[in-house]
């Protein structure tokens, strides 16, 4: 989906059609965006900004709340209209998905005409744009989506694929993210084409275990199956304060509330605290900066975060602004739950 939180709500309140409209928390509260309109994104706004830095982008963006129990509502109808297409569908977020269409006998088999008739139905009943990208493997649907984006769609062909990933961003592949394009930067690589000097040895010097994978991606090559029955990994907690933490004694309270959180989060979805591999917490100071740190762990208690903390952080060398806690899953699947992307 487009720009999805935003979209729903310009439908639903049609006097904020061809203005700036952004969904996410307030900004005396230290709010971010969760989303915003295609015309926001024109003052050079994205999802993740501070609310009150997006204010001083745009004066007249229109920031509305979040309406978390309407955006599941709509998603889980419109994940209902892929289904008709095709039972292999692996959920991505709460607006997105890829759809394996390889075995699907509709319009013909031809998959440019099945993503112009999902889109077409997503308009007409629910009154929100989509766009879709179409291609051989995951990673070249998932650019192709973003390429004509939005409310449009891009295919791709086999015999294409070499020609157009050369041109690719690096930070488009997935696993490279801010860090790792920096070190791609570093190395005077920006496109996947500049990365080609490189063996797979060489990459893994680079990017470690990850350089041989890389080593594929950047060749448009991506062995990966459309997963139907994504496993979760993980589950967290965070919480933004509306002023900095500047001492320890305080950080330790907000673990304290945050801990009951997410002990409440296993209990609705029924996981055992004795299912931990590993707990870690994660700081973001005042100038967004983040650091998280981990520790094996085989079950869930608070004095496990607080020495995790105490570890790591004797003092605030700055303010920070947010806290989370979270605990990886033990591998054992009987331990482990479906990810639902409707659980937030």
């Known amino acids: 989906m487009d720009s999805f939180f935003a979209s729903l709500e310009i439908r639903d309140k049609p006097e904020l059609k061809n203005k700036p409209v952004a969904v996410g928390g307030k900004a005396h509260e230290r709010g971010v965006l969760t989303t915003c309109n295609y015309i926001a994104r024109g003052y050079g706004l994205h999802s993740a900004m501070p609310t009150k830095k997006a204010l001083s982008l745009c004066k007249n963006l229109i920031v509305l709340p979040v309406d978390i129990d309407k955006y599941k509502r709509e998603s889980k109808e419109i994940f209902k209209v892929f289904k008709c297409y095709s039972k292999k569908i692996e959920p991505i977020s709460i607006d997105e998905a890829y759809i394996d269409v390889t075995d699907s006998d509709y319009c013909e088999s031809d998959p440019e005409k099945m993503a112009h008739q999902i889109r077409s139905c997503i308009w007409k009943d ?62 005077n690589m920006k496109y996947c084409k500049d990365m080609y000097i490189y063996s797979i040895d060489e990459l893994e010097k680079i990017f470690g275990s990850y350089g041989a994978n890389l080593y594929n991606l950047i060749r448009g090559i991506d062995q990966r199956d459309v997963n139907i029955n994504r496993i979760r990994k993980s589950i967290s907690v965070e919480d933004t304060f509306l002023e900095d933490i500047k001492n320890v004694e305080s950080c330790i309270s907000k673990i304290e509330f945050l801990y009951k959180k997410l002990i409440q989060r296993c209990r609705i979805n029924e996981i055992s605290i004795n299912s931990v591999k590993e707990i870690f917490i994660k700081v973001k100071f005042n100038d967004f900066k983040v650091i998280s740190r981990q520790s094996k762990c085989n079950t869930l208690n608070l004095k496990s975060y607080i020495q995790l903390l105490n570890n790591n952080i004797n003092s605030p060398i700055k303010p920070i602004r947010l806290l989370g806690l979270g605990f990886t899953l033990k591998d054992d699947k009987s331990l482990s739950i479906q990810y639902d992307i409707f659980d937030r």
Do not use: E, H
């Open 126 to 187: 629910f009154k929100i744009t989509a766009s879709a990208g179409i291609s051989c493997n995951k990673l070249l649907a998932k650019i192709c989506s973003d390429w004509k984006k939005p409310n449009n769609q891009y295919s791709l062909s086999d015999d294409q694929v070499s020609d157009f990933i050369k041109d690719i961003r690096l930070d488009m592949i997935p696993g490279i993210g801010k860090v790792n394009f920096q070190k791609c930067i570093n190395l």
